[in-house]
């Protein structure tokens, strides 16, 4: 229930307007700040969500697969440059970016990762970097600028961000083939 106050405290303070200027002026600040905190989110309301409607969780991701490709699917769709442009020009993709990302990007991810199997986690861990791979090319290689409300420096700082996340993620995946999995 704590957990679930501190993400309610943490949702209210990010959707303050200044806050969402504020967070959406740098795209890196975006990509890599908000947009990982709604899924923090998210995480945090997963107990109180569990407590409330533990059928729903039983029945809908027994082994965690389906909640994981949700996760998956979520975190895909907002790598879309589009999607950050939208999401500052429209109020509706802005809103559908503060319930998704929490409660369809967050919730899944908590409550289908203790259910995967080690096999499973390493493909996460390697379809996540290399998608984080494949942005960071076309933020760094694109010729033109792919979002309007940004400028192309903050484009190219992103893809190098994404660059360098996806190389430690890629770094921790080789660990684990190294060190058992004592979970």
Same mark, same amino acid.
């Given at each position: 229930?704590?957990?679930?106050?501190?993400?309610?405290?943490?949702?209210? =303070?990010?959707?303050?307007?200044?806050?969402?200027?504020?967070?959406?002026?740098?795209?890196?600040?975006? !990509?890599? !700040?908000? !947009? $990982? &905190?709604?899924?923090?989110?998210? !995480?945090?309301?997963?107990?109180?969500?569990?407590?409330?409607?533990?059928?729903?969780?039983?029945?809908?991701?027994?082994?965690?697969?389906?909640?994981?490709?949700?996760? +998956?699917?979520?975190?895909?769709?907002?790598?879309?440059?589009?999607?950050?442009?939208?999401?500052?020009?429209? $109020? =509706?993709?802005?809103?559908?970016?503060?319930?998704?990302?929490?409660? &369809?990007?967050?919730? /899944?991810?908590?409550?289908?990762?203790?259910?995967?199997? /080690?096999?499973?986690?390493?493909?996460?861990?390697? #379809?996540?970097?290399? &998608? #984080?791979? &494949?942005?960071?090319? +076309?933020?760094?290689?694109?010729?033109?600028?792919?979002?309007?409300?940004?400028?192309?420096?903050?484009?190219?700082?992103?893809?190098?961000? #994404?660059? =360098?996340?996806?190389?430690?993620?890629?770094?921790? =995946?080789?660990?684990?083939? #190294?060190?058992?999995?004592?979970?």
């Amino acid at each position: 229930m704590k957990q679930a106050i501190y993400g309610f405290v943490i949702y209210i =303070f990010m959707m303050l307007p200044p806050v969402i200027v504020i967070s959406e002026s740098n795209m890196v600040i975006h !990509m890599h !700040m908000q !947009m $990982p &905190l709604l899924i923090v989110i998210g !995480m945090l309301f997963t107990p109180l969500l569990k407590q409330k409607f533990p059928r729903f969780f039983e029945k809908w991701n027994a082994n965690g697969i389906p909640g994981i490709i949700l996760f +998956l699917i979520i975190l895909s769709y907002w790598m879309i440059p589009r999607m950050m442009d939208e999401a500052i020009a429209s $109020p =509706f993709v802005e809103a559908w970016k503060f319930i998704s990302l929490p409660f &369809l990007a967050g919730v /899944p991810l908590r409550e289908s990762w203790r259910k995967l199997t /080690p096999f499973v986690k390493k493909i996460v861990y390697v #379809f996540i970097a290399v &998608l #984080f791979g &494949l942005m960071a090319w +076309l933020y760094i290689a694109a010729p033109v600028q792919l979002c309007n409300n940004y400028l192309i420096s903050q484009q190219k700082a992103l893809g190098w961000t #994404f660059l =360098f996340m996806g190389l430690c993620l890629f770094i921790y =995946f080789i660990q684990t083939l #190294f060190i058992e999995d004592y979970e």
